[in-house]
């Protein structure tokens, strides 16, 4: 459901049909005089406030140019490795909408190109929307597909679902298969190791990001692709938080049943909505993520999800010792290999909780044999919210990672307006306020002189003056609670009573809405 105005009236009546069901009154005029009581901004609900935001600047690039346009001339990277990295970020990570390839945004490039060409710490300051989740994994995408370039082909894997499958033959276990290590099948092969740890505060965002790793590394394109580009190879992911089974060690009384039963949970809902909107909140069990802690510490997966609280409890506990052991060996194998720190929601970590994370990652460092300047370190980040002030965001992130040298910092932006658009918006506030008034009153005569003035304030002529008013053109009723509500007869910008029509015209016109001017001008 794309209608913001649709979804908040389908949640209202179901709180006001809840009331009417099991709280029900004998008498009609009590149930309507309840309803009347209750169906009131302030009462049971808060009007939506919508704010238009302008798009932002496209890069005039899909992924495939912006990866070419990059790392073309790189000494780094063979035009082999550039059409890898090209293939897979587009069946994944950024894939065609309607067979149309998707066009990146500025800011998405110049993630790709101060991470993975110069080598930067780079910091995404971009709002809620745009596209940061898949800005900070295209680098990360990148160094893997550069380093899988040397893996060798494995064969196969195995069959390996032992919580379905029969007792092997000759056990004395005559009931289950005893477990099976995911990726006991590559032996002799690549070695496992963190090579992206990824942050984040909360688990309900470790979740959110989780689902959408399912798409970009795990979907059928981008399995495809690791079928026939690096046989026998996946791209390993898991989330390793409090959700994560199973606690304990595997040797713990009890512990594998507990760990079989749910997997068998796991597979039994994944399979029940394979090839559903839904089939990306379950793992898929073919695939490349992690299922249980075990697992994981046994082969850590290529990109490690957590929070810092477990990542805390992780670098106290011996069980998870191995996991940080063969990414350190993993580093001092060869200089090339870059471990990628991630942290997301970067804002959040201020004052002395910031300042516990900030000696977290210094343990983690040195468990790794880094150190927070160490060439083999790269740092990704995002927020929306680290302020305007270059000098003291500066300081802040030294301070937070202890490195000396600077961060790139990304801003993402909007198209530029055209020359003297935000005057001419301006202007257009007492129009616009008018408008918003009478759409709320909705007074016929006063609602078509006040189109009228709005089309001759904006200046619109011939077909725009038509789709202009067409957009303006409203259907106008009383609501419920005995306040006015006007939609658009265009299906477009909806006003709620008079109060937020009002103040949603005037705050346009005084900021000079940008969103209006990609219409009107």
């Given at each position: 459901?794309?209608?913001?105005?649709?979804?908040?009236d389908?949640?209202?009546?179901a709180?006001?049909?809840?009331?009417?069901?099991?709280?029900?009154?004998?008498?009609?005029e009590?149930?309507?005089?309840?309803?009347?009581?209750?169906?009131?901004?302030?009462?049971l609900y808060?009007?939506?406030?919508?704010?238009?935001?302008?798009?932002?600047?496209g890069?005039?690039?899909?992924?495939?140019?912006?990866?070419?346009?990059?790392?073309t001339?790189?000494?780094?990277w063979?035009?082999?490795?550039?059409?890898d990295?090209?293939?897979?970020?587009?069946?994944g990570?950024?894939?065609?909408?309607?067979?149309?390839p998707?066009?990146?945004?500025?800011h998405?490039?110049a993630?790709?190109?101060?991470?993975?060409?110069?080598?930067?710490?780079?910091?995404?300051?971009?709002?809620?929307?745009?596209?940061?989740?898949?800005?900070?994994y295209?680098?990360?995408?990148?160094?893997?597909?550069?380093e899988?370039?040397?893996?060798?082909?494995?064969?196969?894997?195995?069959?390996?679902?032992?919580?379905a499958?029969?007792p092997?033959?000759?056990?004395?276990?005559?009931?289950?298969?005893?477990?099976?290590?995911?990726?006991?099948?590559?032996?002799?092969?690549r070695?496992?190791?963190?090579?992206?740890?990824?942050?984040?505060?909360?688990?309900?965002?470790?979740?959110?990001?989780?689902?959408?790793?399912?798409?970009?590394?795990?979907g059928?394109a981008?399995?495809?692709?690791?079928?026939?580009?690096?046989?026998?190879?996946?791209?390993?992911?898991?989330?390793?938080?409090?959700?994560?089974?199973?606690?304990?060690?595997p040797?713990r009384?009890?512990?594998?049943?507990?760990?079989?039963?749910?997997?068998?949970?796991?597979?039994?809902?994944?399979?029940?909505?394979?090839?559903t909107?839904?089939?990306?909140?379950?793992?898929?069990?073919d695939?490349?993520?992690?299922?249980?802690?075990?697992?994981?510490?046994?082969?850590?997966?290529?990109?490690?999800?957590?929070?810092?609280?477990?990542?805390?409890?992780?670098?106290?506990?011996?069980?998870?010792?191995?996991?940080?052991?063969?990414?350190?060996?993993?580093?001092?194998?060869?200089?090339?290999?870059?471990?990628?720190?991630?942290?997301?929601?970067?804002?959040?970590?201020?004052?002395?909780?910031?300042?516990?994370?900030?000696?977290i990652?210094?343990?983690?460092?040195?468990?790794?044999?880094?150190?927070?300047?160490?060439?083999?370190?790269?740092?990704?980040?995002?927020?929306?919210?680290?302020?305007?002030?270059?000098?003291?965001?500066?300081?802040?992130?030294?301070?937070?990672?202890?490195?000396?040298?600077?961060f790139?910092?990304?801003?993402?932006?909007a198209?530029?307006?055209p020359?003297?658009?935000?005057?001419?918006?301006?202007?257009?506030?007492?129009?616009?306020?008018?408008?918003?008034?009478?759409?709320?009153?909705?007074q016929?005569?006063?609602?078509?002189?006040?189109?009228?003035?709005?089309?001759?304030?904006?200046?619109?002529?011939?077909?725009?003056?038509?789709e202009g008013?067409?957009?303006?053109?409203?259907?106008?009723?009383?609501?419920?609670?005995?306040?006015?509500?006007?939609?658009?007869?265009?299906g477009?910008?909806?006003?709620?009573?008079?109060?937020?029509?009002?103040?949603?015209?005037?705050?346009?016109?005084?900021?000079?809405s940008?969103?209006?001017?990609?219409?009107?001008?």
């Amino acid at each position: 459901m794309t209608d913001p105005i649709q979804t908040f009236d389908s949640l209202k009546h179901a709180y006001l049909r809840y009331f009417d069901s099991p709280f029900d009154l004998r008498f009609e005029e009590l149930v309507q005089a309840r309803r009347r009581m209750l169906d009131r901004d302030g009462v049971l609900y808060r009007e939506p406030l919508v704010e238009p935001q302008p798009p932002y600047a496209g890069s005039g690039h899909d992924v495939r140019s912006a990866v070419t346009s990059v790392l073309t001339g790189s000494a780094d990277w063979s035009a082999g490795a550039i059409a890898d990295l090209a293939e897979i970020a587009e069946a994944g990570l950024f894939p065609a909408r309607g067979g149309v390839p998707m066009e990146l945004y500025t800011h998405q490039v110049a993630m790709l190109r101060s991470s993975t060409l110069q080598g930067d710490d780079a910091v995404i300051l971009t709002g809620t929307g745009s596209g940061k989740t898949e800005a900070i994994y295209l680098p990360i995408l990148a160094a893997l597909v550069r380093e899988s370039h040397s893996w060798q082909a494995l064969p196969p894997g195995p069959r390996n679902d032992w919580w379905a499958m029969d007792p092997p033959p000759g056990s004395r276990n005559r009931r289950y298969h005893p477990r099976i290590s995911q990726r006991a099948h590559e032996q002799g092969g690549r070695r496992p190791a963190i090579r992206a740890l990824v942050l984040y505060p909360l688990n309900a965002l470790a979740e959110d990001q989780i689902a959408r790793i399912r798409v970009a590394l795990d979907g059928d394109a981008a399995w495809n692709w690791l079928q026939a580009r690096r046989p026998g190879n996946r791209f390993w992911f898991g989330r390793y938080t409090g959700w994560t089974p199973i606690p304990g060690r595997p040797d713990r009384d009890g512990a594998e049943d507990e760990l079989r039963k749910e997997l068998r949970r796991l597979s039994a809902m994944a399979q029940r909505v394979a090839g559903t909107e839904a089939e990306r909140f379950f793992p898929r069990f073919d695939g490349g993520e992690m299922w249980s802690r075990w697992d994981m510490q046994e082969a850590p997966p290529d990109i490690l999800i957590t929070n810092y609280s477990m990542l805390n409890i992780m670098l106290m506990r011996d069980i998870e010792e191995p996991i940080f052991e063969v990414t350190r060996t993993w580093l001092e194998d060869d200089a090339s290999n870059i471990f990628h720190l991630v942290v997301d929601e970067l804002h959040s970590y201020r004052g002395t909780p910031g300042t516990e994370v900030g000696y977290i990652l210094r343990v983690l460092f040195e468990r790794l044999g880094l150190h927070p300047d160490h060439p083999q370190l790269r740092i990704l980040a995002s927020s929306a919210s680290l302020g305007e002030d270059q000098v003291r965001a500066q300081d802040y992130l030294q301070q937070f990672f202890g490195r000396s040298r600077r961060f790139e910092l990304i801003r993402g932006g909007a198209p530029a307006l055209p020359a003297g658009a935000s005057g001419r918006l301006r202007g257009l506030a007492a129009a616009l306020s008018t408008l918003g008034s009478e759409v709320a009153s909705a007074q016929g005569t006063g609602l078509s002189q006040a189109v009228d003035t709005f089309v001759a304030a904006a200046e619109l002529k011939g077909i725009e003056a038509a789709e202009g008013r067409a957009y303006c053109r409203t259907e106008a009723w009383r609501g419920s609670g005995g306040g006015w509500r006007a939609r658009s007869s265009a299906g477009g910008l909806q006003w709620r009573n008079g109060r937020t029509a009002h103040r949603a015209a005037a705050d346009n016109g005084r900021a000079g809405s940008r969103a209006v001017s990609g219409r009107f001008r």
